[in-house]
T-cell receptor
Framework: DGGITQSPKYLFRKEGQNVTLSCEQN?????MYWYRQDPGQGLRLIYY???????QKGDIAEGYSVSREKKESFPLTVTSAQKNPTAFYLC??????????????FGPGTRLTVL | SQQGEEDPQALSIQEGENATMNCSYK?????LQWYRQNSGRGLVHLIL?????REKHSGRLRVTLDTSKKSSSLLITASRAADTASYFC?????????????FGTGTRLQVTL
């Protein structure tokens, strides 16, 4: 099956710990994205990557880091510098940044809870 | 920042009725998309309307776009219990080179039997 996978589905972290969320896609998409969603809210862009070995900050990048070493993978690290990390994290991908009509394909999400 | 604002925030209707939700945005756009999110799941793309289009249909969905008012509406006809979800509009801002979408705050739709 083609699609985007995120793991784990649920993640618990103690304060002061870094944690890495996995995102993998087999859609051969160039662009990948990370969003944060808080209860009853829309999505806010954390980081995005338009091509391998390149990524840009989104609207709320502070306290997060990413890497894009492979086309298929775009892991997100939530660092201890993130003040309020408890949220639902969504990864997405799209075909190409050059197409203004791109639609995004989403993974099932990871719910992170800081204890 | 949230470009899109959906209205209403929540909507409850009975099966068979039509559901209309609205989205307003602030800056000029290339296109506007609607997505659906079932509770605790990822988003699924529903429909895209370009800035030079005024209306678009897909099955039971009808989307309108009024660029002069910077607003869009999503109509779901003959709703079903399975349509229960949150619906988000997303805009692709004019002049932005990356495929970067800005999502609204969403409308939670509840369809009861």
């Amino acid at each position: 099956d083609g699609g985007i996978t995120q793991s784990p589905k649920y993640l618990f972290r103690k304060e002061g710990q870094n944690v890495t969320l996995s995102c993998e896609q087999n859609l051969n998409h160039d662009a990948m994205y990370w969003y944060r969603q808080d209860p009853g809210q829309g999505l806010r862009l954390i980081y995005y990557s338009q091509i391998v070995n390149d990524f840009q900050k989104g609207d709320i990048a502070e306290g997060y880091s990413v890497s894009r070493e492979k086309k298929e993978s775009f892991p997100l690290t939530v660092t201890s510098a993130q003040k309020n990390p408890t949220a639902f994290y969504l990864c997405a991908s799209s075909i190409s940044r050059r197409q203004s009509t791109d639609t995004q394909y989403f993974g099932p999400g990871t719910r992170l809870t800081v204890l | 920042s949230q470009q899109g604002e959906e209205d209403p925030q929540a909507l409850s209707i009975q099966e068979g009725e039509n559901a209309t939700m609205n989205c307003s945005y602030k800056t000029s756009i290339n296109n506007l998309q609607w997505y659906r999110q079932n509770s605790g799941r990822g988003l699924v793309h529903l429909i895209l309307i370009r800035s030079n289009e005024r209306e678009k249909h897909s099955g039971r969905l009808r989307v309108t776009l009024d660029t002069s008012k910077k607003s869009s509406s999503l109509l779901i006809t003959a709703s079903r219990a399975a349509d229960t979800a949150s619906y988000f509009c997303a805009t692709d801002a004019l002049g932005v080179t990356a495929s970067k979408l800005t999502f609204g705050t969403g409308t939670r739709l509840q369809v009861t039997l």
